[in-house]
């Protein structure tokens, strides 16, 4: 089956999202404290594809040999991965674009992972200052990218680009099955 993994700094956002996505509130557990999400976690969705949950990066507060056995983690999951359709990078959409951000999806395009981008917390925002902060991250993807890869604006907690998110993945999947 398809999978899409979602992948950010921790407390991006990411389990809130994958609860939004999945509907179902127990799936991934949300927390304050960074760095609980561990473990690679598969979620069957519908049947029909796999949404993978992978740890987050970028703790402040781990150790160095850590966030090495993170990273080796992480790249180990890409490079095994053939059935991996797409990986969702989630970024805070409050913050100017980071390096570790940056860095992680130069080493996706390096690996031939195709990626999207996924703001979060969009509710925290003025539309104006969200509108702002993103066409920024626009002209800082530009000088790195060809193009600004395909992104979508998302809060779970006012529901925001759920349907999006969903409708582009399952547009993938039928293509998918479309061609074999
Ligand atoms: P993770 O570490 O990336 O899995 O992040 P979590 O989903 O656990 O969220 C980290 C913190 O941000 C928690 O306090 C969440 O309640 C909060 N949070 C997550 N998503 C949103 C959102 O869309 N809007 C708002 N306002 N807060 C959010």
């Given at each position: 089956?398809?999978?899409?993994?979602?992948?950010?700094?921790?407390?991006?956002?990411?389990?809130?999202?994958?609860?939004?996505?999945?509907?179902?509130?127990?799936?991934?557990?949300?927390?304050?404290?960074?760095?609980?999400?561990?473990?690679?976690?598969?979620f069957l969705i519908n049947k029909e594809?796999?949404?993978?949950?992978?740890?987050?990066?970028?703790?402040?507060?781990?150790?160095?040999?850590?966030?090495?056995?993170?990273?080796?983690?992480?790249?180990?999951?890409?490079?095994?991965?053939?059935?991996?359709?797409?990986?969702?990078?989630?970024?805070?959409?409050?913050?100017?674009?980071?390096?570790?951000?940056?860095?992680?999806?130069q080493w996706l395009g390096e690996h031939?992972?195709?990626?999207?981008?996924?703001?979060?917390?969009?509710?925290?925002?003025?539309?104006?200052?969200?509108?702002?902060?993103?066409?920024?991250?626009?002209?800082?993807?530009?000088?790195?990218?060809?193009?600004?890869?395909?992104?979508?604006?998302?809060?779970?907690?006012?529901?925001?680009?759920?349907?999006?998110?969903?409708?582009?993945?399952?547009s993938i999947n039928n293509e998918l099955?479309?061609?074999?």
């Open positions: 089956l398809p999978e899409y993994a979602f992948i950010g700094r921790s407390n991006v956002g990411k389990s809130s999202l994958i609860n939004m996505l999945t509907g179902r509130k127990a799936l991934a557990k949300t927390s304050a404290k960074p760095g609980k999400t561990q473990l690679i976690n598969h594809w796999h949404l993978v949950d992978l740890p987050g990066y970028g703790y402040a507060k781990v150790s160095k040999s850590t966030k090495r056995t993170f990273q080796k983690f992480i790249t180990a999951y890409f490079d095994k991965r053939k059935q991996l359709i797409c990986a969702f990078v989630l970024i805070d959409s409050r913050h100017d674009p980071q390096p570790i951000d940056m860095e992680f999806m031939q992972v195709p990626f999207c981008i996924i703001f979060t917390k969009a509710d925290k925002l003025k539309p104006k200052v969200l509108e702002k902060n993103i066409n920024n991250y626009q002209e800082k993807m530009l000088e790195i990218w060809e193009e600004m890869p395909e992104f979508f604006i998302s809060s779970a907690t006012a529901k925001l680009g759920q349907e999006e998110i969903l409708e582009y993945i399952d099955k479309a061609n074999n």
